[in-house]
């Protein structure tokens, strides 16, 4: 038995490698594809549901963005990761009252959509002594079941933002629709782009769109040909995740 687990442990690992090569190759071809460098294009793993010797390992070959999506498995994770070289971030659904128990640990929260959570973002991070960096998440695609705040609307949320003290807007998140056709999904990266331009024109206070985060495992390619500046990729470098 302990044999086998070892024999499964070390194809898991082999796996992770031969998969990192392969995110890193495409992320080279698609930057050069959208005129652009491989260094343009940061790879953040979304890291939900994996043990921490097999997101370690991913640090070892050369990652340095995770990303978790709960609260509870970053805390019970925190102590192990390799913090000295990858930098954590929150990439999940962040409910207000929980804001307190990642400020301070994570580097971006990644999935802002109300003032509500950003004020409690800023009373966190200045109580602190600390600034922390966040990404606007827009619900492209208008889904009822999911997150971010509609596009015509974040003109008003990004001016309610600027105001507020020790945080800071970097850039914008989206998580498109399920689409059955490469040519569906890039009509939503596209118009995440579009948004991404326009903003970044009006050079408001306190705003900076530095970062684009959209694209996971099936369509980070063809995020980054649509303009994506950082991709989360989860089980397409640690294989398909298992939920207990």
């Known amino acids: ?27 080279e071809k698609a930057a050069l ?18 043990e ?10 050369g990652l340095k963005k995770i990303g978790e999506n709960r609260v509870q498995e970053l805390l019970s994770k925190y102590d192990e990761y390799d913090l000295a ?14 804001v307190r128990q990642i400020v301070g640990k994570v580097s971006m929260i990644q999935s802002v959509d109300n003032i509500r959570l950003a004020q409690e973002i800023s009373r966190q991070s200045e109580k602190n002594g600390l600034e922390t960096d966040i990404l606007v998440e827009v619900n492209i695609g208008r889904e009822e079941n999911k997150s971010g705040v509609y596009k015509e609307e974040i003109d008003d949320l990004l ?15 989206s998580v498109p629709p399920i689409c059955d056709t490469k040519q569906k999904i890039c009509k939503f990266f596209d118009e995440m782009y579009k948004l991404f331009i326009d903003i970044s024109t009006k050079k408001s206070d306190n705003i900076s769109m530095d970062f684009l985060s959209m694209g996971m495992s099936e369509d980070y390619y063809e995020a980054i040909l649509c303009g994506a500046n950082m991709i989360r990729v989860g089980s397409g470098l640690f294989g398909a995740r298992i939920y207990r």
């Not at 044999?3 to 690992?13: C, P, T, V």
């Not at 594809?33 to 994996?50: C, H, M, N, P």
Request: hydrophobic letters at 35%.
């Open 52 to 61: 921490p010797e097999y997101i370690n390992y991913a640090v070892s070959l």
């Open 1 to 27: 038995m302990t044999e086998k687990l070892s024999a499964d442990r070390q194809q898991r690992f082999d796996d992770i490698r031969a998969n990192y090569l392969t995110i890193c190759e495409n992320i």
């Open 159 to 173: 001016g309610q933002i600027s105001l507020l003290k020790n945080i800071k807007v970097r850039g914008l998140m």
């Open 33 to 50: 594809q959208s005129g652009r460098k491989k260094e343009d294009i940061t790879f953040l793993a979304a890291t939900k549901t994996v």
């Open 85 to 98: 070289n990858a930098d954590l971030q929150f990439i999940g659904h962040l409910q207000t009252n929980k």
